[in-house]
């Protein structure tokens, strides 16, 4: 039988300065399995900096299921925890992914409290409502082009040999690290930098060198086009979540354009170019705020 690691749905992302709860669940086959003896767990970010030193205890609260207590984090960052333990006499490592964000769209009560969504708790679990904000804020990011909370990024680039270098996410907000060839950028080159919508961040007294291809500049930050959502990003994740949701139990085929009835032939709105989400409310919200240049076929 197969071994499967399900990391929890409710912890894959984090909250900034909230100490967050973390688990796995261990599957043989079906089947929810204890390891034998003790299962350790070790966690590093992106850059490689210990957050938790392996083989550290964990604790259980079911049969398969392991939990740890991650502390509060100040800065954004992105986590890898890696689980060791060992199943069917083999010791096996079992790695989870979290992020620690600047906040949330919605939350899982908001959703809770929508129309038909709410009391159906056997039919719309907690995990589910966390997994339809997850599509929500991914279906929104994706297409806008930049979040509407600060997330974190790591950056790993060829140097430009100019005092500019373009980041891959617009809106830097915070330059959290950086480096060139290997050699720290110091507190004063991080606080001197100037910031730029577009994403160019500009060294005042220096150069990004060029050095080598392959990526000799590093920069670890945290972006964003503002650190709480607006009002109606907001109603658009909540929105598209309850979508979301309400086509977990649809009886029309998802690929349908049409149904019909005693009533005639309504027309099903679909997703499309310039249409990320087939709710004509939600896509006018969302083509306002775009920072993507627009598609074509």
């Known amino acids: 039988m197969a071994l499967y690691a399900v990391p929890s749905t409710e912890s894959a992302l984090i909250l900034r300065d909230a100490a967050e709860t973390i688990s796995i669940s261990v599957y043989i086959g079906e089947t929810l399995t204890n390891a034998t003896g003790n299962v350790t767990i070790g966690i590093v970010d992106a850059t490689g900096a210990t957050l938790v030193a392996a083989a550290t205890a964990t604790s259980t609260s079911a049969t398969g299921v392991y939990k740890y207590t991650v502390p509060a984090q100040s800065n954004l960052k992105e986590l890898t925890a890696t689980w060791t333990g060992t199943w069917s006499g083999a010791v096996t490592q079992l790695t989870t992914q ?3 964000v600047g ?39 994706s297409y806008v082009g930049v979040p509407f909370v600060y997330r974190y990024h790591r950056d790993v680039l060829d140097g430009t040999n100019q005092q500019d270098l373009k980041l891959t996410k617009m809106f830097p907000q915070v330059i959290l690290a950086g480096s060139i060839g290997g050699t720290a950028l110091t507190a ?3 606080s001197d930098l100037n910031k730029y919508a577009s994403g160019v961040i500009r060294l005042k007294n220096d150069v990004w060198a060029f050095n080598n291809p392959g990526g000799q500049v590093k920069v670890d930050y945290e972006y964003g086009s503002s650190k709480t959502p607006p009002p109606d990003i907001s109603w658009c994740a909540r929105t598209v979540a309850r979508f979301w949701l309400l086509e977990m139990n649809s009886r029309i085929p998802d690929q349908a354009t049409s149904i019909s009835s005693e009533f005639g032939n ?13 709710i004509q409310s939600v896509d006018t919200i969302l083509n306002r705020y775009r920072q993507r240049a627009p598609s074509a076929f």
């Not at 906040?103 to 907690?126: D, H, Q």
């Open 103 to 141: 906040g949330f769209y919605t939350t899982p009560a908001e959703i809770r409290a929508m129309n038909m969504i709410e009391g159906e708790n056997a039919t719309y679990t907690l995990s589910d409502l966390v997994n339809s904000i997850s599509y929500a804020t991914e279906v929104i990011d």
């Open 266 to 278: 309504i027309q099903i709105s679909q997703p499309g170019q310039n249409r990320p989400t087939g």
């Open 188 to 190: 004063t080159q991080i």
């Open 98 to 100: 979290h992020e620690v």
